[in-house]
């Protein structure tokens, strides 16, 4: 079935480093590709997104890259802040509007 | 401003009690999904519905089941309550069609515990 696999689980950086996470979709079909933070306590909400005709997006600190071929997407976040720390979910969406999450990463940010 | 609600945001309840999560959208989104959220397993689906009187399972159904009977709103019942089902439980919308964004709005969460 769909399936998509998020790496790493949990992910601790320096103040200022930078922060990849690489999720694996199964689902050939897969056209959207967003990313959620979730804060402690909180509902996720989106922090951005690729189509399938893109391969990269960038918006200020965060940056997203999708590999078709290799059904990878990546997260990027450079000049990492204390308030970057949360967990963050990668997703995918086929041709029905039905997501499917990868497991999170909790990412923390040490200052 | 357009929102989507749940209640009650927290629940304890007992094993084999029915159990009922309300969701009530004002983005007049036909899509909606429950999904339930549990350490290690990320947001898995339960259920989803993409209009009126639509349903449809999703990758753990077993338990839960839900109605349509109108656009604003997906309640999630669970007909016995069992301790596996103690989680957080997000209800989520979506727009349809071409112009469609892709966001998925996600309710505050619903937490409940069954002993």
């Known amino acids: 079935g769909e399936n998509v696999e998020q790496h790493p689980s949990t992910l601790s950086v320096q103040e200022g480093d930078s922060a990849v996470i690489k999720c694996t979709y199964s689902?050939?079909?897969?056209?959207?590709f967003p990313w959620y933070k979730q804060e402690l306590g909180k509902r996720p909400q989106l922090i951005i997104d690729?189509?399938?005709?893109?391969g990269e997006k960038k918006d200020q600190r965060i940056a997203v890259t999708l590999n078709k071929t290799a059904k990878h997407f990546s997260l990027h976040i450079t000049e990492t802040q204390p308030e970057d720390s949360a967990v963050y979910f990668c997703a995918a969406k086929g041709g029905t509007y039905k997501y499917i999450f990868g497991t999170g990463t909790r990412l923390k940010v040490l200052a | 401003d357009a929102e989507i609600t749940q209640s009650p945001r927290h629940k304890i309840t007992e094993t084999g009690r029915q159990v009922t999560l309300a969701c009530h959208q004002t983005w007049n989104h036909n899509n909606m999904f429950w999904y339930r959220q549990d350490l290690g397993h990320g947001l898995r689906l339960i259920h989803y519905s993409y209009g009126v009187q639509d349903t449809n399972k999703g990758e753990v159904s077993d338990g839960y089941s839900v109605s349509r009977s109108n656009t604003e709103d997906l309640p999630l019942t669970l007909e016995s309550a069992a301790s596996s089902q103690t989680s957080v439980y997000f209800c989520?919308?979506?727009?349809?069609?071409?112009?469609?964004?892709?966001?998925?709005?996600f309710g505050e969460g619903s937490r409940l515990t069954v002993l």
């Open positions: 689902d050939s079909a897969s056209n959207y």
């Open positions: 989520a919308s979506s727009e349809q069609g071409l112009a469609a964004t892709g966001e998925l709005f």
């Open positions: 690729i189509r399938s005709n893109v």
